[in-house]
């Protein structure tokens, strides 16, 4: 499996500011780009995914930036609130009958009222 | 979406013990997957079990140690054999729906703790 990274490891945001996680990938094949949010104690959970013939994609407060040149992609939660303290997983696949994540590290956002 | 579930939940095992995760979907998936995180990590696959297929394993895992069954499409084991502290992980059943295309969803974890 090719590697994902993912920064910053940990990120502490005010409530109501921008929450901002960065990925970068090296495998070219990769076409599916998942962002993960997971709980303590619970399974991973879909959160937002793009693909790469997007650069951008908005749901609610939660947006994927994708810059394929670049080979990076990333997360912006807007309005951050305490309830969105949760570790946060980037991912990604290649699809063609594959479908097997490689997953970033991980980043341990709080948000503090 | 789909309703994956793990059993059990969590469990404390001796060393030198074996112990079987299962995982059951709501929904029929061909495609079935099998990750470890281990405390404070990120998740890794172990190994990739279609139904009607032997289960594919990633570098670094082996059959001997994590044994998979998948006897239809609902339903999969994960044996954890001979564990040592070292295993002590979150395992995580995953499937991707024939009919969700891209997306991969996982199941609750299965928490083990070895001593």
């Known amino acids: 499996q090719q590697q994902v990274k993912q920064s910053p490891q940990s990120l502490i945001v005010q409530k109501g500011g921008i929450s901002i996680i960065n990925c970068a990938y090296e495998?070219?094949?990769?076409?599916?780009f998942p962002w993960y949010q997971q709980f303590p104690g619970k399974g991973p959970a879909l959160l937002i995914a793009?693909?790469?013939?997007?650069s951008e994609k908005k749901e609610g407060r939660f947006t994927i930036s994708f810059n394929k040149s670049a080979k990076q992609f990333s997360l912006h939660i807007m309005d951050s609130q305490p309830g969105d303290s949760a570790t946060y997983f980037c991912?990604?696949?290649?699809?063609?009958?594959?479908?097997?994540?490689?997953f970033g590290k991980g980043t341990k956002l709080s948000v503090i009222p | 979406s789909a309703v994956i579930s793990q059993k059990p939940s969590r469990d404390i095992c001796q060393r030198g013990t074996s112990l079987t995760i299962q995982c059951q979907v709501d929904?029929?998936?061909?495609?079935m997957f099998w990750y470890r995180q281990q405390p404070g990590q990120s998740l890794t696959l172990i190994a990739t079990?279609?139904?009607?297929?032997?289960?594919?394993?990633e570098s670094g895992f082996v059959i001997d140690k994590f044994p998979i069954s998948r006897p239809n499409l609902t339903f999969s084991t994960l044996t954890v054999s001979n564990m040592s502290p070292e295993d002590s992980s979150i395992y995580l059943c995953?499937?991707?729906?024939?009919?969700?295309?891209?997306?991969?969803?996982f199941g609750e974890g299965s928490w083990l703790t070895v001593v």
């Open positions: 079990a279609n139904q009607g297929s032997e289960a594919t394993y």
């Open positions: 991912a990604a696949h290649s699809g063609a009958g594959s479908y097997q994540l490689t």
């Open positions: 495998n070219t094949a990769f076409d599916y």
């Open positions: 793009i693909r790469p013939d997007v």
């Open positions: 995953s499937i991707r729906l024939d009919t969700s295309g891209n997306t991969i969803y």
């Open positions: 929904s029929q998936v061909t495609m």
